[in-house]
């Protein structure tokens, strides 16, 4: 009878989980999001961006393309989706269109190249903006998935700023230190990032995604575990590219108009920054010193400790990170260091 009974009262446990897990997995409360109804130029832009692979081949033709797209490029604009059904609205969401929106980057990177070659950084300056611009849309309102996309194009134009930022005229300057400014302040935090792309899965897979995060013990967490570590990594290399640049344009505004260096970071607020920014990587102040005629401005790199300003190249850096070593420090001339 004892046995008859552990029996009994196994297979009513084992009933009572399965039938949890099974209302874990379907009855599942989901506040769906409102659809998105502000102005978007992200549609126009991927229309420009298949005329110009026509065209590009011809100068003449292509710059009214570049020019225009320089104007969208300047308007808001996001990847929408549809949550009452899932669904993308627009055949620009296909992996096509974001091979395209990728293709458009790279030909932003090359007129601004062959524009910053002839001696015309200024103008250049304008194209990598707009890199970032469009990759700040992909940013918005979509999916983890438009997301990496669009911190991918955004990087594009964070690499050429940094390779031409010296050379960049001091009234230029000054308008993109502020125009900088105002796309670090758009940029979504990695909160609001992760709780969407876990309210997208939970909406589009249903009961696969909730039993993956009812076997991890996520379902109440409101993260996506498939894709944090990949997500967070992004956001902490976007975060310190950014904060990077805004301080070395104000480093290099301060001493446009003073004819000499900071003695620190301090000095740059609030006329050229209004706050000191954090070292994403550490959430203290970015490292800076003198150097003779220049300045060395760094943060303390994914291993999270001050190496003393030990600067690699980009390969052996994301190496080490890869193999998760220590040593390295992270500039801005990693990205483009022999």
Request: hydrophobic content about 40%.
């Amino acid at each position: 009878m004892a046995h008859r009974g552990i029996g009994l009262v196994s297979g009513m446990a084992s009933a009572a989980l399965l039938g949890w897990i099974y209302w874990q997995m379907l009855d599942f409360t989901i506040a769906l999001p409102p659809d998105p109804t502000s102005p978007n130029s992200l549609p126009r832009v991927m229309q420009l961006g298949t005329e110009l692979q026509w065209k590009k081949a011809n100068p003449r033709q292509a710059q009214p393309i570049f020019d225009e797209l320089l104007v969208r490029l300047a308007e808001p604009g996001y990847v929408p989706i549809n949550y009452r059904s899932a669904q993308r609205e627009w055949a620009a969401y296909t992996p096509v269109d974001i091979q395209l929106a990728r293709q458009i980057a790279r030909d932003m990177k090359a007129e601004g190249e062959r524009l910053h070659a002839a001696g015309k950084s200024d103008e250049a300056a304008d194209y990598v903006l707009a890199t970032m611009q469009l990759g700040l849309m992909f940013q918005r309102e979509g999916s983890g998935v438009e997301w990496i996309v669009g911190i991918a194009i955004e990087s594009i134009g964070h690499d050429e700023l940094a390779r031409i930022r010296a050379t960049v005229g001091p009234s230029r300057r000054e308008a993109l230190a502020g125009q900088l400014g105002r796309l670090d302040s758009a940029a979504l935090p990695i909160d609001q990032v992760l709780d969407r792309c876990h309210q997208f899965a939970l909406i589009s897979e249903g009961w696969r995604y909730r039993f993956e995060l009812l076997l991890q013990q996520d379902l109440w967490q409101g993260t996506n575990p498939r894709f944090k570590e990949q997500l967070t990594s992004a956001w902490l290399r976007r975060q310190t590219l950014s904060r990077l640049l805004l301080v070395d344009l104000a480093i290099r505004r301060f001493h446009d108009e003073r004819g000499a260096w900071p003695d620190r970071l301090e000095q740059l607020v609030p006329t050229y920054l209004p706050a000191v920014p954090l070292d994403p990587n550490s959430e203290q102040p970015l490292i800076y010193r003198q150097t003779g005629s220049g300045f060395l401005l760094y943060s303390v790199g994914a291993d999270r400790h001050d190496d003393g300003g030990k600067l690699t190249n980009r390969t052996t850096y994301h190496n080490a990170g890869t193999r998760k070593v220590a040593g390295w420090d992270f500039d801005l001339d990693t990205l483009n260091r022999p």
